[in-house]
């Protein structure tokens, strides 16, 4: 089907075939099924997601307020699908930079009491992850970093330490404890994600590539210079070779590898 052809496009990263597709399905479930149902709307939301990771926002945006519109009227605010929607739209403001009202939302997810819904629910953590960010970009250190102890707790406990999930909780809190200046921490929460990366994922994926280049960033603020140039290196060789040396990816890398080699006398 289209949809799982649309799902594996995904998968690969192949963003614009995607939202092909998912628009062809929102177009025939739309005139079949009408825009207000359950199959209707879960398009809605895959493809407002795709143009998301693709950086179109602005066409993400009015597909999520739809959603949430309909799911609100329909199955009810302290629905879980209703929540899920509002902590995929505070997602797409606060990348567009708008964190009052992506706060605003996600607050309104967290203060939701429902006896199917406790606070270590996945929408009620996902919240919390996000509300985090919210805090920690607007410099609310302090205050983001018990939600991401207490988010890293529960997906501990519930998936195991080396789920997607609890590792990119641990790269979260790792950027909160670099920001109060506590480096050894963050130092120490990455190499466990770069570790369990590296096992599960393998040396070349997109994820452990990103988790060396934020343990260098680490590495640099503690002036370890070599360290740092050792990851720096092997992401820009992966880089080179997967995306071409011209790519922008590559050329950032190659920026921060040169700040680097110079910070430690290296000038050829």
Known sequence: TKVALADVLVRSERWNSAVTFLWDVLDER?????????????????????????????????????????????????????????????????????????????????????????????????????????MRKRGDLQDAEPLLWDVLDARGRSLGGGHAETLATKVALADVRRERGDLPHAESLLREVLHARSRSLGDRHALTLATKVALADVLVRSERWNSAVTFLWDVLDERSRSLGDQHAETLAIKVALADVLRKRGDLQ
């Open 30 to 134: 739309s005139r079949s099924l009408g825009d207000q149902h359950a199959e209707t709307l879960a398009i809605k939301v895959a493809l407002a997601d795709v143009l998301r990771k693709r950086g179109d926002l602005q066409d993400a945006e009015p597909l999520l307020w739809d959603v949430l519109d309909a799911r609100g009227r329909s199955l009810g605010d302290g629905h879980a699908e209703t929540l899920a929607t509002k902590v995929a739209l505070a997602d797409v403001l606060r990348e567009r930079g708008d964190l009052q009202d992506a706060e605003l939302l996600l607050r309104e997810v967290l203060d939701v009491r429902s006896p199917s819904l406790g606070d270590r629910h996945a929408e009620m953590l996902a919240a919390k992850v996000a509300l985090a960010d919210v």
